[in-house]
């Protein structure tokens, strides 16, 4: 079973603080992709990263695809309230198109 | 373009109950998938189609839950008898058939299983 394992959990930071969320594989995506959810709504697609290394900036968002396909990062500059959600990452699988969702990041940032 | 339509968003069964969830995806997506959502946490994939065919349904639990999509367009997925386990949002998605594009979420059905 592939798992995909998102770190930390929970956040809750002040507005205008930075922060980073991690999401780890022992499994190879052909993509990975961020999505946000809020309450009472599906996920959102934020970005895709395809590329080994690959960095896509999303205005104050930063996202990177590990070299070896297995992990991606996201990082939040100067955090705002608007940004409050559960941050879900997802690997996709190459020939099924599988979407394999992570564990998922529960952020509230405070005004 | 309309996006993904589930229904309904809310239901509340008694155990042992049976329920139905219906979702319409986005017209010419060959993909349909239906995900459980336990609160906070992220989605687990029960069942992907493409078209009317099943691709995987390695998670969903075949004793209780069963899945369709006739002419490869609408989407049931049916749970029988329902347990306290089961109360969760179930998700509907659909994308198109190549790597790397989005999935395309339903707002979702809030199950409660009391």
């Known amino acids: 079973t592939q798992l995909l394992e998102q770190s930390p959990q929970f956040l809750s930071i002040q507005e205008g603080e930075n922060l980073t969320v991690y999401c780890n594989s022992s499994s190879v995506f052909s993509s990975l992709q961020w999505y946000r959810q809020e309450p009472g709504e599906g996920p959102v697609l934020l970005v895709t990263?395809?590329?080994?290394?690959e960095v896509k900036k999303l205005k104050r968002l930063t996202f990177q695809f590990g070299d070896a396909r297995k992990d991606s990062s996201l990082h939040i500059t100067a955090a705002q309230p608007g940004d409050t959600g559960l941050y879900l990452c997802?690997?996709?699988?190459?020939?099924?198109?599988?979407?394999?969702f992570g564990t998922g990041t529960r952020l509230k940032v405070l005004a | 373009e309309a996006g993904v339509a589930q229904s309904p968003r809310y239901k509340i069964i008694e155990k042992r109950q049976s329920v139905a969830f219906w979702c319409n995806p986005i017209?010419?997506?060959?993909?349909l998938y239906w995900y459980q959502q336990i609160l906070g946490q992220g989605p687990k994939l029960l069942i992907q189609?493409?078209?009317?065919?099943?691709?995987?349904d390695s998670q969903l639990p075949k004793d209780r839950f069963s899945a369709e999509r006739l002419k490869g367009v609408d989407s049931t997925l049916k749970i029988q008898p329902a347990k306290l386990e089961d109360s969760a949002v179930y998700l509907c998605a659909s994308s198109l058939v190549t790597s790397g594009t989005e999935a395309f979420f339903g707002q979702g059905t809030r199950l409660t299983v009391v």
């Open positions: 189609f493409q078209n009317n065919g099943v691709v995987d």
């Open positions: 017209s010419g997506h060959a993909t």
């Open positions: 997802a690997g996709v699988t190459s020939g099924t198109y599988k979407y394999i």
């Open positions: 990263v395809v590329t080994g290394g």
